[in-house]
């Protein structure tokens, strides 16, 4: 169990460009959840997957961020055109889908927009 | 919907001492609460949850929580403190009668030991 693994961990971008992160679950969970924290705040939550469905969304993922998980395995989320306000720690984190099971996090990846 | 309150943004406590941080919560549901710890610049790691059962549930590092329904608080503590448990401390809330099994989070709690 190699645990959540996020990629960058870091990401300096300006204004307008686009980003992308990637997130690999522990490999036996099926639900994968993507989080968002800024300085000082608790995690938000962004969205939430089964599988390759994504079931659910927050209002706070805008139409500039896109989140994808393809085989069910690895998921993406991309930030397109991105603004000061995006600048934030995302968290990915995955579980089984067992009632009362437990979410682990990974260490998250920090993005700046300059 | 669902809600959790940290009333306190810091707790100081002095090595050796026993430490409380506070948590409540609200949830139409059935409450499954967790604790999860954040070290600087890293993820959040899991420390305990109640899901059912004992209201006093055991974790890692010496940590425990009593769950209390008609309070609805689940407040963490350690007999204990130790410089090492430093960090920041988030409660977190989902219903379990939910079946996205969305965690709603508190704003957090810094604690600070001090030798």
């Known amino acids: 169990d190699t645990g959540v693994s996020q990629d960058p961990r870091h990401k300096i971008t300006k204004r307008g460009q686009n980003v992308t992160f990637r997130c690999d679950p522990i490999?036996?969970?099926?639900?994968l959840y993507w989080y968002r924290q800024t300085l000082g705040q608790g995690p938000e939550f962004l969205t939430y997957?089964?599988?390759?469905?994504?079931?659910?969304k927050s209002r706070l993922l805008s139409d500039r961020f896109s989140a994808e998980r393809p085989k069910g395995s690895f998921s993406t989320l991309e930030i397109q055109r991105t603004e000061q306000g995006d600048s934030a720690m995302y968290l990915c984190?995955?579980?089984?889908?067992?009632?009362?099971?437990?979410?682990?996090f990974g260490e998250g990846s920090w993005l700046t927009v300059v | 919907a669902q809600s959790v309150a940290q009333p306190e943004d810091q707790v100081n406590v002095a090595e050796g001492n026993p430490l409380t941080v506070k948590c409540t919560y609200s949830?139409?549901?059935?409450?499954?609460l967790f604790w999860y710890v954040q070290y600087p610049n890293r993820g959040l790691q899991f420390l305990l949850k109640?899901?059912?059962?004992?209201?006093l549930v055991k974790g890692s590092y010496g940590f425990e929580a009593e769950f209390n329904k008609s309070q609805t608080s689940f407040h963490l503590k350690k007999p204990s403190a130790l410089v090492s448990d430093s960090a920041l401390y988030f409660c977190?809330?989902?219903?379990?009668?939910?079946?996205?099994?969305?965690?709603?989070f508190g704003g957090g709690t810094r604690l600070m030991v001090k030798p």
């Open positions: 997957f089964q599988n390759e469905a994504q079931l659910e």
């Open positions: 984190a995955s579980s089984m889908t067992v009632s009362g099971n437990t979410i682990y």
């Open positions: 977190a809330v989902r219903d379990g009668n939910n079946a996205g099994n969305m965690l709603t």
């Open positions: 490999s036996e969970h099926n639900r």
């Open positions: 949830v139409s549901g059935n409450p499954y």
């Open positions: 109640y899901i059912t059962g004992d209201n």
